[in-house]
């Protein structure tokens, strides 16, 4: 994205290039290789040019018109999603317009083909692009060094996001805040910086790129004296719209004769979506659990044959607004590991006050497999089905590690935990612990059932690679 928040020419492009070689790819699946349905004639594709046309003007206009352009670069999945929309719009208009003419010999069957192969090579083609870019922000290339102004809610609401949307470009290297508490305390791994008069060092210091102001909106003079200072220094200053401290997820606009009413609800999952939540828990859970049960079995029985001990190992846990539970997994160590775990806390590699160690001694020799590929936490499906936990949601922590939280990292119990999470794809092991707590939060602060169904796709390859997992 530049400067003026535009997608890159080349993009539009790339997806001009490809809309063009899926066409072609259509008509060659269709009367060279003929699969599916063999035709009866044959056209030339000279024949088709118009249509080749029509197409390649109308795609990106249904781009622009479904934001596959905007706020780019998107997550791969949604991208997929706009683009699979846009598609089947451009799609049914070449079919209506065969229907209004009524041509000889266009093949409707080859426009659905040609479709299909767009989203395909499309899907493709924004995976590609987001493995090069990534590639390129992991040294550094287009990223962009951001400064806070302001660590408030709206602030930390901004970190959070950050946190949770890496393909957004941004890198927070600190934060300033004229109050003493928050200016010289860093949040998580966001360094605090000092005072407002700390930051046009700040810039040149750790040479940022932009400057993102969370001020309340009575601050209104200093947010102008620091974007002007900002243009001195031919830094970006931009500025989140404060509503009363408000993110628009909060705020519902209803129309009362002509005049805007404006409606205030609390940042967290409703209890309408936490039903539909439930019922697709369920659901889940009841299929999981009997395609799952031929696995569950042997699963079972390689740990009885493996070690001595139970085979389901059981641990109190603190769920939903702090509620105790007894939460199920397949015992993966030895018998008698939670005694130990003080005498190996010098090897802790985790920060916080959670415990994980990459080598752990504890475990058997099929606990180290079944941790490698997630296989433990299968059982964990009964817990779902009994209400105590969801598919997706922060991770249940014990009661000893929530009596170290810090006030703000209490939010992350407003939603019913989860067998997996935003922070489990997005690096699991290998975030910070306040890193965790941002990404769980921001989960709850924007949850919808596409954003679990995202996280349960993302979950599938990170299991069977083991990403991250130990």
């Known amino acids: 994205m530049n400067r003026n928040g535009r997608v890159p020419w080349w993009v539009v492009l790339v997806d001009v290039i490809t809309t063009i070689v899926a066409f072609i790819a259509g008509y060659w699946v269709r009367y060279d290789l003929r699969w599916f349905l063999d035709v009866a004639y044959d056209a030339p594709l000279s024949a088709y040019l118009p249509f080749l046309a029509l197409y390649v003007v109308v795609l990106p206009l249904f781009f622009v018109v479904d ?183 909060q705020v519902n606009v209803e129309d009362l004769g002509g005049i805007p009413l404006i409606s205030v609800r609390e940042v967290s999952i409703s209890r309408g979506a936490l039903l539909v939540k439930r019922a697709v828990d369920i659901f889940g859970a009841v299929v999981g659990l009997t395609l799952g049960a031929p696995l569950l079995a042997l699963i079972a029985l390689v740990i009885r044959l493996d070690s001595s001990g139970p085979i389901i190992f059981r641990q109190t846990r603190v769920g939903l607004r702090g509620r105790l539970f007894e939460m199920y997994k397949f015992r993966s160590m030895h018998v008698g590991a939670e005694e130990q775990q003080d005498m190996l806390a010098e090897f802790n590699e985790a920060d916080g006050p959670i415990f994980k160690i990459r080598d752990d001694p504890r475990l058997t020799r099929v606990g180290r497999i079944l941790r490698r590929m997630s296989l433990d936490e299968l059982p964990q499906l009964v817990n779902v089905l009994r209400g105590e936990m969801s598919l997706v949601g922060p991770r249940p922590p014990i009661p000893s590690e929530v009596e170290k939280y810090q006030e703000w990292h209490k939010k992350r119990l407003e939603a019913p935990p989860g067998m997996t999470g935003l922070w489990q794809v997005s690096g699991r092991s290998r975030l910070s612990f306040d890193e965790m707590v941002l990404l769980d939060i921001y989960y709850i602060e924007n949850w919808s059932l596409w954003l679990d169904l995202k996280i349960l796709l993302r979950t599938i390859p990170k299991v069977l690679i083991g990403e991250g997992a130990y």
């Open 67 to 249: 934001g596959v352009y905007r706020h780019w670069p998107r997550s791969w999945m949604d991208q997929v999603y706009r683009i699979t929309n846009s598609t089947a719009k451009a799609t049914v208009l070449m079919l209506a317009v065969t229907f209004v003419f009524r041509p000889r010999y266009y093949s409707r069957a080859m426009l659905v083909e040609v479709g299909i192969l767009t989203i395909l090579l499309l899907a493709l083609v924004r995976w590609v692009e987001g493995v090069v870019i990534a590639r390129l922000r992991a040294r550094g290339v287009g990223i962009k060094r951001a400064i806070i102004v302001g660590a408030g809610e709206v602030g930390r609401t901004v970190m959070r996001t950050i946190v949770a949307c890496p393909e957004l470009g941004y890198r927070v290297i600190g934060f300033v805040d004229d109050n003493p508490e928050k200016g010289h305390t860093d949040i998580g791994p966001f360094k605090a910086l000092g005072p407002l008069e700390n930051l046009p060092a700040a810039i040149d210091r750790e040479q940022a790129d932009e400057v993102i102001i969370t001020l309340p909106w009575m601050y209104h003079r200093k947010i102008m004296g620091i974007v002007r200072e900002c243009e001195r220094r031919n830094v970006r200053a931009r500025i989140v719209p404060d509503l009363f401290q408000m993110s628009l997820s």
